[in-house]
């Protein structure tokens, strides 16, 4: 049997070990398991990198008002984006007409004030029939001395979404009749609303009814009335 060399050269070293005739072997795998499970992996982590910051010019993906992003609904090759404000808002819409799929309704039912039938809500009814949206327009389908509240629950109920054109002279009428912010509730727990800001602005809307305020929708300030009816229609199309 070989000898131990430790008591007359010691094993302080990797070397003198190595040499002893008996325990180089042992010691060998001691040292092997001991050091490379210890340090062969160590516990470093790489950097991680915000896809936001590595590949978006460092622009926060937080949803600041700079972002434009694309819903899941957003057409192949479309010309628009959203703000992640609008695709929030949005969502609760889409979801609701992806629901009503099988029903037979029209696409948009579009409220507006009896001052704007000629002015923006023509041309906002024109644009979407234009890109292949169903409208139910008062010009053609309510009768004169129709409440607005009325209108709305009609149009609403055979429609899949409800649009609500938001102009000065809306909310002149808004005021004058009165229209209880418990009934306008109504209408916005439905999720199937959305207010278009036209030459006024969330701040005078939010002078006459908070919850309609309060309500994310589009903007003309934001981008031109073809930009807004694009995209409503690649909202309700299926």
Known sequence: ?????????????????????????????????????????????????????????????????????????????????????EVRALTRVRENIEKQASVD???????????????????????LESRGVKVWFSEKDVSLGVPLLRAIDKGLANSRIGIVLVTPSLLRRLQAEGIADKELSALLARERLVPVVHQTTYEALREVS???????????????????????????TL
């Open 105 to 127: 309704l029209r696409d948009v039912f579009l409220c507006h004030a009896w001052d704007d039938r000629q002015g923006a809500a023509k041309e906002l009814h024109d644009l």
């Open 210 to 236: 908070p919850l309609l305020a309060s309500r994310t929708g589009l903007s003309t300030a934001e981008e031109p009335m073809a930009n807004v009816a694009t995209k409503l229609a690649e909202l309700v």
């Open 1 to 85: 049997m070989a000898r131990c060399t430790a008591p007359v050269e010691g094993h302080r070293s990797a070397s003198a070990a190595a040499n002893c005739p008996a325990c180089r072997g042992s010691w060998g795998r001691r040292y092997s398991s001991h050091s490379y499970s210890s340090y062969s992996s160590p516990s470093y982590s790489s950097p991680s990198h915000a896809s936001s910051g590595s590949s978006g010019g460092g622009r926060s993906s937080g949803g600041g008002s700079g972002d434009r992003v694309r819903p899941r609904w957003s057409r192949a090759g479309s010309s628009v984006t959203y703000t992640p404000a």
